[in-house]
């Protein structure tokens, strides 16, 4: 038990590793939340495509001398609103267009980053630097976070019914171009919240465990959710945690983290994991014999 208590406590005399756990759980929370609607959609490589799109914003944002989060949103954005627009109006598949769009950005960031002069090391824009985040990081966090949060959470059912009957939606008024948009933007403010936690890179995993495993664990929505946040939380403060000890990277060990749930929810989940599946089958036969 000693050794259980040492293992927690011992990071948390650090401040560095306390405004570590802070960031970690509050940019769980936001990518779990948005990680929902994005599976419910299957809008997964939308995350992909806008996480790594913020790149070159984040440059041209240190080469102006303006907060790195204001670039981040304005390339995520620009990223977002392009590839819905290329959708709604070419006959290239949103797949293929996303594919473009983000290797696109991408690459024009990559080329930035290492032609022009900044203060941004490579190793921390694409992997994250959570160790070295500061108090004026946190806030900022908070109130990006909140305003994503606040945008999905109160329009929630909208959403919903916007995904899955997009026809009833526009038939009793709701504007389904502005909810589509407005999802786009929440999602961009969320990977600006959550870059400092994993980088542009590892990004992507955390907007898409969380929903899987509240999907796998959950039959309605607002469980899924409360499953997802969860296991979000749960992770960003156990792959922190696992970081300080083995000294390795704390991204990293977030992401490992959710897919080790992953992989276990994937398997013993009560109703859709491979054993219920299997089992479920297997009394089908039997029934049927």
């Not at 598949?93 to 203060?119: C, H, N, P, Q, W």
């Not at 899924?224 to 296991?231: D, F, K, N, R």
Request: hydrophobic residues 55%; positive net charge.
């Amino acid at each position: 038990m000693s050794l259980l208590t040492d293992w927690l406590i011992l990071p948390l005399q650090y401040p560095f590793m306390q405004r570590a756990l802070m960031i970690a759980v509050i940019a769980g929370a936001c990518c779990a939340v948005l990680s929902c609607h994005l599976v419910l959609r299957g809008w997964s490589l939308m995350g992909d495509a806008v996480a790594h799109a913020v790149l070159p914003g984040i440059v041209l944002a240190s080469v102006a001398g303006i907060p790195l989060a204001i670039g981040a949103f304005v390339a995520g954005l620009f990223c977002a609103v392009s590839t819905g627009w290329l959708q709604a109006n070419s006959r290239v598949k949103s797949d293929t267009v996303m594919g473009i769009v983000y290797a696109g950005m991408f690459g024009l960031g990559l080329v930035l980053l290492t032609r022009i002069e900044t203060d941004q090391h490579v190793m921390h824009v694409l992997f994250g630097n959570i160790l070295g985040v500061s108090v004026g990081d946190i806030l900022e966090t908070l109130l990006l976070g909140g305003l994503s949060l606040g945008f999905v959470l109160i329009r929630g059912r909208d959403l919903m019914l916007q995904a899955f009957d997009p026809t009833h939606a526009r038939a009793i008024g709701l504007n389904t171009g502005l909810l589509r948009y407005g999802l786009l933007t929440a999602l961009s403010l969320t990977i600006v919240v959550s870059i400092k936690a994993v980088g542009v890179i590892l990004i992507v995993a955390m907007l898409i465990a969380p929903g899987a495993i509240g999907y796998l664990m959950a039959d309605r929505f607002e469980r899924m959710l409360g499953t997802a946040v969860a296991s979000a939380v749960v992770s960003g403060v156990a792959g922190t945690l696992f970081s300080f000890h083995l000294d390795a990277s704390p991204g990293a060990c977030i992401v490992l983290t959710q897919a080790a749930i992953f992989g276990t929810v994937l398997v013993l989940a009560p109703k859709r994991g491979l054993l219920a599946t299997r089992r479920r089958v297997g009394a089908a036969i039997g029934a049927r014999g």
